[in-house]
């Protein structure tokens, strides 16, 4: 059976299951797209309590000048609550948003297509099981269909439209419209354990847990630099607090677990700990920071290297000469060794000891700069171990005498930012090759869905796709992971000079 849909018409009833604060939400847009909309919830008075958070909603909107009185009341008069799914049998799409259990789900379908008509899509709004197999105990499994909205559903203009098995073009283009109606952005996904946006939000929850795990730097060290050098409005370990550790720990190991325990998407002890421990960030008050009340946060720690030494007069520039004139301003940079100064460098994907190792270098004097990213705040330094701290010192001090923050940590291949990026855009470029997404719609959903100030596929590209094979390439062959293997997306593209969207 092949069915039709006209998101556009007038007449246009959308049924939402669920009158939680995600369905709530999907209710509040579809009134705003000028449809009417049919509300359930299986708990007594529920739908009707969410249907009147949803009206007061929409009275405070009108109220702040940003909907019209009018508006507002011929909405509130095409919201209706009914008492059981047979309600929905005028309905010409049904978004379910009950909670997160498959048993729970396939009841609720099986019920509906007793009442609905053979070509009234079935959507969920699910954020993490497979829709092929939501979808099973379907009659009409070619309507049923992926229709992921992010919380607020009123503020985040992102949705995923994600195809089934079984999907059928129709659904799929009819949702889109749908979306698009309702004020959002859609874009369509493969079906895929997390979908789009789940899937390459791992890279920066758990590379971040992973270089704290291996001591190289702590949680406002990290969270510093991916704000000041790499633009994302928090760092990794505020948003961690922020989405609460008893949502994101759960959902990290069902990720791992659903991706065939593929080494990028796994997390560390550390935030096991945490969850145990309930340290669930702000709303228990200590997380990776401690909180008040207000969920501001207590007596932050400074991510900030502070010395009192003399900025260093003179350095030997062993790799990377093309950064140091500005960086290092008002210090002499010499191309020789006088077996005294600084030996700095710029690493890509390297770690120090590593490079001392294979350029025979004193270790000792030897001070890593993370060439990558926004230098004007702040510049993230390592050395290897047995570093003569002194020479640190004295480098950090000339970068405070420039203008810069420093951070100082221990070796790392990659250090903070670099890694961190790399890691980011390669599970992008992995996205693509399994297309996912198409690599404009990636960046999209990132950019839209996590606030990300470049999409995975622009970090590449903003790094270079040499740069970035080189990166993920070394920190593989160090650390003997394959937790950093390179997509072949991203290693066909560094071969031949193409940029990352460069299609196949």
Request: with cysteine; aromatic share 6%.
């Amino acid at each position: 059976m092949t069915g039709s849909f006209d998101a556009g018409r007038d007449d246009l009833i959308v049924g939402v299951i669920g009158a939680g604060a995600m369905g709530q939400g999907i209710v509040q847009v579809s009134l705003q797209g000028g449809m009417s909309v049919v509300l359930f919830d299986a708990k007594s008075g529920g739908a009707a309590a969410g249907a009147a958070l949803v009206e007061q909603r929409l009275d405070r909107s009108a109220e702040r000048g940003r909907l019209e009185a009018d508006a507002v009341a011929g909405m509130k008069n095409k919201l209706t609550v009914v008492e059981d799914l047979s309600g929905f049998a005028g309905c010409h799409a049904v978004v379910e948003a009950v909670f997160e259990d498959l048993d729970v789900k396939h009841a609720v379908y099986t019920e509906l297509e007793k009442h609905v008509s053979a070509d009234c899509i079935i959507a969920s709004n699910t954020s993490s099981l497979p829709i092929s197999s939501l979808g099973r105990p379907c009659e009409h499994q070619n309507r049923f269909a992926g229709f992921h909205f992010f919380n607020p559903v009123p503020l985040m203009r992102l949705v995923e439209v994600i195809r089934g098995s079984s999907t059928e073009d129709w659904v799929v283009e009819g949702l889109v419209k749908l979306g698009e109606r309702m004020g959002r952005t859609p874009v369509v996904v493969r079906d895929h354990p997390g979908f789009l946006v789940n899937t390459g939000g791992r890279a920066f929850t758990t590379e971040a847990l992973h270089i704290l795990h291996e001591g190289v730097a702590v949680q406002a060290q990290v969270d510093a630099v991916m704000r000041d050098c790499a633009h994302f409005r928090m760092g990794p370990f505020e948003l961690m607090d922020l989405t609460g550790v008893d949502v994101n720990y759960p959902a990290s190991l069902i990720m791992h677990q659903q991706n065939s325990y593929d080494p990028r998407i796994r997390t560390v002890p550390f935030h096991k700990f945490l969850h145990d421990a309930g340290r669930f960030g702000r709303k228990t008050g200590h997380g990776n920071y401690r909180y008040d009340e207000a969920g501001k946060m207590i007596d932050p720690p400074s991510p900030d290297h502070v010395t009192d030494a003399v900025p260093a007069e003179r350095v030997f520039v062993a790799e990377g000469a093309e950064i140091f004139s500005d960086l290092l301003a008002g210090c002499a940079l010499s191309e020789t060794d006088d077996g005294e100064s600084p030996i700095v460098a710029a690493l890509y994907g390297e770690d120090a000891s590593t490079f001392a190792a294979r350029r025979s270098l004193d270790h000792t004097r030897l001070v890593a700069i993370d060439p990558t990213g926004d230098l004007s705040k702040r510049a993230t330094i390592m050395t290897p171990p047995g570093a003569d701290l002194a020479a640190r010192d004295a480098v950090a001090a000339r970068l405070n005498a420039n203008g810069r923050a420093v951070v100082a940590i221990k070796d790392s291949p990659g250090f903070i930012a670099q890694r961190m990026r790399a890691m980011i855009g390669n599970l992008g470029c992995e996205m693509v090759q399994i297309e996912l997404a198409t690599p404009d719609d990636i960046d999209l959903a990132m950019r839209l869905g996590l606030n990300y100030p470049l999409g995975p596929l622009e970090i590449i590209d903003d790094l270079g796709t040499g740069l970035a094979y080189r990166i993920m390439a070394t920190m593989q062959e160090i650390t003997g992971d394959d937790r950093y293997r390179p997509s072949p997306w991203l290693r066909r593209r560094a071969l031949l000079g193409l940029g990352a969207k460069v299609p196949s």
